[in-house]
């Protein structure tokens, strides 16, 4: 009897799809392609097969008890941890991809320069065909850098952001350790409080959970000095977005960037459309739009179907209960 995986993706070339062929063949499966324009016939196939490699919450929701294994597409998987029914299988193994560290990193040093040379105050006068002065501005380079959220995404930030002459980088995580050695100082969550006052530049790279929920509040961006910019692109959820609004708009901060806010997408009424220094983007640091990261997601998706195969642990398996 053959082993089944069904593919549900819209990014893949035919040099991805000869791959994931090669690998499934090898691991002993037959893999079977579909994209979002033949969900049904996916959710067919779906009903014969014991992993599923796809970012469709629809789609798994559809699969039967007998899926041993869901690989996301995606770095954040808080839509799959947050209800346990969306598995017919309780034991189903989830995984995610760290494909994102790249692109998402680059995002990042893209804002804070926009924000450090100010860029968004130049923007309007120029919309309005006039030559604003030149204005003093900041530099990556000599400043203190706080990243809120350790793991790959964070660390790709800290490597960038070593490279431009940062003068400090502080990583945050809930344990207090970091999975790559970029960091001068690595510190639990229970210290953000001390360390946000010597931050000039946060960024927030954060998992979606109860426990990441708010956790910068009003009080902790009171915190920041008045020449701290403070970016994120982790999950909007992390933030009180209209405290937020008003340390902008006080100049109780200098600026700040978000890639993902609540709700998304964003209404037309909402106080953030309007906040002074703000730069916003529609969610778009990461996606699978860049080759590197497509090429890496298919890549950790075939190293882990072969880990699968031969029973070895998944290198990218995520625990459901702490949502990442």
């Not at 956790?215 to 970016?231: C, M, N």
């Not at 916003?280 to 590197?292: A, D, E, K, V």
Request: glycine content about 6%.
């Amino acid at each position: 009897m053959n082993r089944e995986v069904c593919i549900f993706q819209d990014f893949l070339t035919d040099a991805h799809k000869a791959q994931i062929t090669r690998a499934a063949q090898d691991a002993g499966f037959v893999p079977h392609f579909f994209t979002s324009s033949q969900f049904d016939e996916a959710k067919a196939c779906l009903q014969h097969c014991e992993v599923l490699y796809a970012q469709s919450p629809d789609l798994l929701r559809t699969a039967p008890a007998t899926l041993k294994w869901y690989c996301a597409s995606s770095a954040g998987v808080d839509v799959y941890c947050k209800n346990d029914g969306i598995f017919a299988n309780p034991d189903c193994m989830l995984s995610n991809s760290n494909s994102y560290g790249v692109t998402i990193a680059e995002h990042v040093v893209m804002v804070t320069l926009m924000l450090l040379r100010r860029l968004p105050e130049f923007a309007e006068p120029l919309r309005q065909h006039q030559w604003p002065l030149p204005r003093t501005i900041r530099s990556i380079r000599d400043s203190e850098v706080t990243i809120l959220g350790a793991g790959d995404i964070g660390s790709n930030v800290a490597a960038r952001m070593r490279g431009m002459g940062a003068s400090r980088i502080v990583g945050i995580s809930r344990s207090g350790k970091a999975r790559a050695d970029v960091y001068d100082e690595m510190h639990p969550i229970a210290d953000l409080d001390a360390v946000l006052p010597k931050t000039t530049i946060l960024v927030m790279a954060l998992p979606g959970t109860a426990e990441t929920a708010g956790i910068l509040s009003r009080e902790r961006i009171a915190l920041l000095p008045s020449d701290a910019i403070v970016i994120n692109v982790g999950r909007g959820t992390a933030i009180d977005q209209p405290a937020l609004v008003e340390a902008l708009n006080s100049g109780a901060i200098a600026g700040a960037a978000l890639d993902v806010m609540v709700p998304e997408p964003l209404p037309q009424d909402d106080p953030l459309w309007d906040a002074k220094n703000l730069v916003l983007t529609p969610h778009t640091s990461g996606n699978l739009t860049l080759g590197h990261t497509c090429d890496s997601n298919v890549d950790m998706f075939c190293e882990d179907l072969a880990n699968y195969a031969a029973g070895r642990p998944l290198r990218h398996l995520v625990d459901r209960s702490r949502g990442y």
